[in-house]
């Protein structure tokens, strides 16, 4: 299993997952307003970017 392999695993089944169990057990959509709904969406949609390059793009060492 080659390095980015393993990035790729610790993003898809740890990192995401994690992130995504913390949020949903602040039930935010019940605690706060809708300014915190948004900022919570553009968080996910910041998340979102490096997971999907991390899927769809090859990742090759910098040197």
């Known amino acids: ?4 392999e393993v990035l790729r695993a610790m993003l898809m ?3 995401l ?3 995504l169990a913390a949020h949903r057990a602040t039930q935010i959509e019940k605690t706060s307003g809708w300014k915190e709904s948004v900022l919570h969406i553009a968080q ?3 998340m979102a970017v ?3 390059a991390a899927l769809f793009l090859e990742i090759t ?3």
């Open 44 to 46: 996910f949609a910041e």
């Open 1 to 4: 299993m080659g390095p980015d």
């Open 13 to 15: 089944y740890f990192v």
């Open 50 to 52: 490096p997971v999907l």
């Open 61 to 63: 060492s910098g040197g």
């Open 17 to 19: 997952p994690l992130w």
